[in-house]
């Protein structure tokens, strides 16, 4: 698509068309509450879901613009953000404002009148749709919360993605438009990438050994030190350091590794004639993918570093655009190499090989399993004292892996071995089960699961 269509696809430009849209953008905005709910829920958009995992929205020009963005993203983040807030149940409803969004964006694909906006609404929608919503049940305006539907939201990511590539977000435009409108494609286009491999759908490769014609990753929201929306160029460098290219970039790699684990989880039975020890095996491959990422991790991300049990709650939640990435790259690290090395996984890889498996890594296996899931404990101890609220739903998909291997680990004869599993098992249920109040597909696990 030349840069001519590109700008028509994503801001109409014709008179006619201009019209057609203000009429379709006013009429929408109608059916909005007050603008109090709006700017509350913005808020706690802000504190609870930005950059958690999805980074769609420039932090620095959110608030000023919150009215001049059209109408199906307003209602999307009101169903998305409305759970964290204390608002009435007939205000808390977020089904009705979901519902009209995706009326809004059926219309407008149909009719030829998708903007960024229109993406960045079905990202949001997305991320309703795999995680469930609360919605009114009776007359006496009682919440329950829904199970999520991920065909649905897979539909959804793949629509938009269709719509990112048409509109040239897969790589940075030449368009002259205003900064804030650049930053806003970048972080669209990154935060369907989250979704994408986040789900494990294959929607295309990214090689990050060259990045030159991707979109730059999203500005860092702020640093460990910062209060506020400071907003250090990505090019800057620390201490020596090789450039950093913010902390969301980082969590955007590591996604990568996480996708190939889990596609290398599906095809656990698939009969292999090499090893997993081999260094040519997948195994071996994704494992040496994970230890490039922490490479070009710069030093000052990484756990010691950080001092996160140093901070104060309130310097904590201050800059949560930057803690909220933090803690899903370091749950994510660890998560990572329990998956990739769960026992279960491994028993069924190693049940076609009749050759004697070399005991180092049995050994090896089992070594990363002990030392990454307690890592993961950990995290769950540090959190509940500091009264961190931990709302990135994709934590809570993180400890349930490591329940399992807790779970499975606890039958065992020894009774002081049996007890600490039994222990760190438990804790990692009331981690879950924290998130059910906002996040419903998560809660459920608990009983769906275990």
């Not at 009719?111 to 929608?125: A, Y």
């Not at 290398?264 to 090499?274: C, E, F, L, Q, V």
């Not at 655009?321 to 491994?346: D, R, S, V």
Request: net charge positive; hydrophobic share 40%.
């Amino acid at each position: 698509m030349d840069s001519q269509a590109t700008a028509k696809f994503t801001f109409p430009r014709s008179v006619s068309h201009l019209l057609q849209y203000q009429f379709l953008h006013s009429n929408c905005k109608s059916q909005l509450p007050n603008w109090n709910i709006i700017f509350s829920a913005a808020e706690a958009y802000l504190l609870y879901c930005d950059c958690q995992p999805l980074p769609l929205f420039d932090r620095s020009s959110f608030n000023n613009n919150l009215k001049d963005r059209d109408a199906e993203v307003l209602l999307s983040i009101l169903g998305l953000a409305l759970r964290f807030t204390d608002f009435p149940a007939e205000v808390k409803d977020a089904s009705r404002y979901v519902e009209l969004a995706r009326t809004i964006i059926s219309r407008k694909i149909f009719e030829g009148k998708v903007e960024l906006s229109t993406i960045q609404s079905l990202c949001l929608l997305s991320l309703i749709d795999f995680t469930g919503m609360h919605r009114i049940v009776n007359a006496q305006t009682k919440l329950i919360s829904s199970d999520g539907n991920t065909r649905r939201a897979s539909i959804h990511t793949s629509v938009a993605m269709t719509l990112a590539h048409n509109a040239g977000l897969t790589s940075e435009t030449h368009l002259m438009i205003p900064n804030h409108e650049k930053e806003e494609r970048r972080r669209c286009f990154w935060s369907l990438f989250l979704l994408k491999k986040l789900h494990g759908a294959d929607f295309l490769i990214l090689d990050f050994s060259s990045e030159d014609d991707l979109p730059p990753y999203p500005r860092a929201t702020g640093t460990q030190h910062d209060v506020g929306d400071a907003l250090p160029s990505i090019a800057e460098s620390l201490d020596g350091e090789s450039a950093d290219k913010g902390i969301v970039a980082y969590a955007i790699q590591l996604t990568d590794v996480w996708f190939n684990i889990t596609r290398y989880a599906r095809r656990r039975g698939k009969p292999t004639t090499i090893p997993p020890w081999s260094s040519e095996s997948e195994y071996s491959r994704i494992l040496a993918q994970q230890m490039k990422f922490e490479t070009k991790m710069p030093y000052h991300h990484r756990f010691k570093p950080a001092k996160f049990s140093e901070k104060s709650l309130e310097q904590l939640n201050s800059t949560r655009g930057y803690w909220g990435p933090w803690l899903f790259i370091q749950f994510l690290y660890h998560t990572n190499l329990c998956l990739l090395n769960h026992p279960l996984l491994i028993s069924l890889r190693l049940k076609n090989f009749k050759c004697v498996i070399p005991e180092i890594f049995l050994q090896h296996t089992s070594d990363l399993i002990s030392s990454h899931a307690s890592w993961i404990i950990n995290f769950i101890d540090m959190l509940e004292a500091k009264s961190f609220k931990a709302t990135d739903p994709f934590l809570g998909h993180c400890v349930a892996i490591v329940a399992t291997i807790y779970l499975q680990g606890s039958f065992v004869d020894d009774p002081i071995t049996r007890k600490q599993r039994q222990d760190s098992f438990e804790k990692c249920l009331r981690f879950i089960r924290g998130f059910g109040g906002q996040w419903p597909h998560v809660g459920r696990i608990v009983s769906n699961v275990f």
